[in-house]
C-alpha cells in the first residue's frame, strides 16, 4: 500500500518513512530505489556517480560544495579533475528539468527545489 504525502511516495507496507519518488517537478521525478529520473516522455538511469550526487544535493538542501563533490564522488580512486566535474554536470543537467541545478560560481553547485 502506498500513499502520498506531500508529494512523495511513502512505505507504508514496512512502517519505514522511506521516500521512494521525489517529485523534483509536477513532471519529474527521482526514484531512489530504481535510480531513475523519470519526466513526461522519458526515463533516464542515472550513473553511479549522478545517483550520489542528486542524493547529496538532496541531503544538504543547499549548497554541495566542490570539495564535497571530489570527496563524495570520487568513485575507486579515480581523478576527478575540474573538466572531469564540468562534464559530470553537464550530463547530469540533460536528464534533469531546464535551470533545476545550478551553479555557485566558485563554490559549487545548488538544486532549485
Do not use: H, Q, W
Amino acid at each position: 500500500m502506498e500513499i502520498f504525502l506531500d508529494g512523495n511516495e511513502i512505505n507504508l507496507e514496512n512502517k519505514l518513512r522511506c521516500v521512494s519518488v521525489y517529485n523534483f517537478t509536477l513532471t519529474c521525478k527521482y526514484d531512489f530505489l530504481n535510480n531513475l529520473i523519470k519526466n513526461n516522455t522519458r526515463e533516464y538511469l542515472l550513473t553511479k556517480r549522478e545517483d550520489l550526487f542528486i542524493k547529496l544535493l538532496l541531503k544538504k538542501r543547499g549548497i554541495v560544495t566542490y570539495f564535497e563533490m571530489d570527496k563524495f564522488l570520487n568513485i575507486e580512486y579515480k581523478d576527478f579533475t575540474v573538466n572531469a566535474k564540468r562534464l559530470f554536470v553537464k550530463n547530469l543537467r540533460k536528464k534533469l528539468p531546464e535551470n533545476l541545478l545550478i551553479n555557485i560560481s566558485g563554490v559549487g553547485y545548488k538544486l532549485l527545489v
